[in-house]
């Protein structure tokens, strides 16, 4: 854990206060005034797109709530939770574990049996151990998966596997190229391709590739991709996130998650949102995909539209 992150694990140790900002509520109704709880949200369209939902669902609830959005990177979001800026905010459930304790090796989302019999922490079990006293999660939405994903043209051969399992034994005859350029999302690391695809493919899937380039953006990636400079191509995230949605690539199934886990969940003080509000949030985790996220993304990305307006449909839609 880097001295940043310690010392700022060690702030949030501190007794606990429930967020309370005297401020006029989004999507609460009426014009009662009384306590606002606040949503956090980096500066990406994905994470304003999870607060919004958030502060949306809780309204629901008779909770008065509001968004702080633009608040920066995960730090200063995790600072907003140890200054009570802000109650909650959504974050990835994998690259969360990896920033809070670089040492874990688990990737796999759920708990499992070891091969003596004990338990193995899963990502969701190492995830809640790692937060800093004083913060907790809720259940993440096991219908999004965000992590980072290996993709072939859409043209591929008929005979070209559509699993990274079945890759294993054809991987000597392929060229992989990573990107390592920055994320769509903007709270999430750049890709480094020894650490994060080269070694996890070696070790799950015995996968050696015969040579591995990087590119800078997903557009000379993409481009090299259809020129058949490479075979396979590693995006940061899944392809739905593209700004044309990646419709000229197909995905590659991670079964034995050879890149872990990364679904989206909420971050909160402990006590600052009641059981029957947690239950709330759960609701929205049990409804919430990757198909659904991407479309709200592109709604507000690439169209201009609001995301309050975006998650208020979303909501209603699930009846939530």
Not at 9 to 19: E, G, H, I, M, Q
Not at 20 to 40: K, N, Q
Not at 171 to 180: F, N, P, S, V
Not at 212 to 236: H, N
């Amino acid at each position: 854990m880097s001295a940043g992150t310690a010392s700022l694990v060690r702030r949030l140790s501190r007794p606990l206060l429930v967020v309370v900002v005297a401020a006029v509520a989004v999507a609460c109704g009426g014009h009662d005034s009384g306590p606002v709880l606040t949503v956090g949200a980096g500066d990406s369209a994905e994470s304003m797109m999870i607060a919004e939902i958030y502060a949306g669902a809780l309204a629901r609830t008779g909770l008065h709530t509001q968004t702080k959005t633009r608040m920066g990177d995960r730090k200063d979001l995790l600072a907003g939770l140890d200054s009570d800026t802000i109650a909650l905010y959504g974050d990835v459930s994998g690259d969360l574990l990896s920033a809070l304790d670089p040492t874990a090796t688990v990737t796999k989302p759920e708990t499992t049996t070891g091969a003596d019999g004990g338990a193995v922490d899963g990502v969701n079990a190492a995830l809640s151990k790692a937060l800093p006293e004083g913060v907790i999660d809720s259940d993440p939405a096991d219908g999004t998966d965000l992590r980072q994903t290996v993709v072939a043209a859409a043209t591929r051969p008929a005979d070209f596997p559509s699993s990274l399992k079945e890759l294993g034994p054809r991987c000597g005859d392929l060229t992989i190229g990573i990107t390592t350029g920055p994320p769509l999302d903007a709270l999430r690391a750049p890709l480094d391709p020894l650490r994060d695809v080269l070694n996890p493919l070696r070790s799950v899937y015995h996968c050696e590739f015969a040579h591995a380039l990087t590119f800078t953006t997903d557009a000379t990636l993409r481009k090299a991709l259809s020129d058949g400079e490479i075979q396979l191509a590693v995006l940061a995230g899944p392809p739905s996130f593209l700004p044309d949605g990646g419709a000229d690539l197909a995905a590659l199934a991670d079964p034995d998650y050879a890149f872990r886990a990364a679904s989206v969940l909420p971050v909160m003080r402990k006590a600052a949102l009641t059981d029957q509000q947690i239950r709330k949030l759960n609701y929205v985790a049990g409804e919430l995909t990757t198909t659904d996220l991407a479309d709200m993304i592109h709604q507000v990305r690439d169209q201009g539209a609001i995301p309050a307006s975006v998650a208020r449909v979303w909501l209603d839609a699930h009846a939530l």
